[in-house]
């Protein structure tokens, strides 16, 4: 069973950093295809980042481009996700998810099987 449990969340001001982790376990993270998303209140959860199996692919949400990164750590099966010059917009509950073949890696939320409970990011101005 493929379980993901996300850590990192926090407060911080409009301009400053955070990194989320995304421990992975049931599956390995060489494997898989994985994904961070968000879900503002009120509004759809939509993709921020994903990384295809083997890190071949890494894709990032225009509105995140230039300012979040995606880092893997095979030997420790980690995911992690470093945000910089955090902007109030992205205050958001943060999820890791799992892709499972053959649905395509991509950004799309249906095709994710697996998904954490959320860790919450708050970036005030």
């Known amino acids: 069973q493929v379980q993901l449990v996300e850590s990192g969340g926090g407060s911080v001001q409009a301009g400053g950093s955070l990194r989320l982790s995304c421990a992975v376990s049931?599956?390995?993270?060489?494997?898989?295809?994985m994904g961070w998303f968000r879900q503002a209140p009120g509004k759809k959860r939509e993709g921020v980042a994903l990384?295809?199996?083997?890190?071949?692919?890494?894709t990032y949400d225009d509105s995140v481009k230039g300012r979040f990164t995606l880092v893997q750590d095979y030997a420790k099966n980690m995911l992690y996700l470093q945000m910089n010059s955090l902007k109030p917009e992205d205050t958001a509950m943060y999820y890791c998810?799992?892709?499972?073949?053959?649905?395509?890696?991509?950004?799309?939320?249906?095709?994710?099987?697996?998904w954490g409970q959320g860790t919450q990011v708050t970036v005030s101005s």
């Open positions: 990384v295809s199996p083997r890190g071949t692919i890494t």
């Open positions: 049931g599956t390995t993270l060489r494997g898989t295809c």
């Open positions: 998810a799992a892709s499972v073949w053959p649905a395509t890696c991509d950004l799309d939320t249906s095709d994710y099987v697996y």
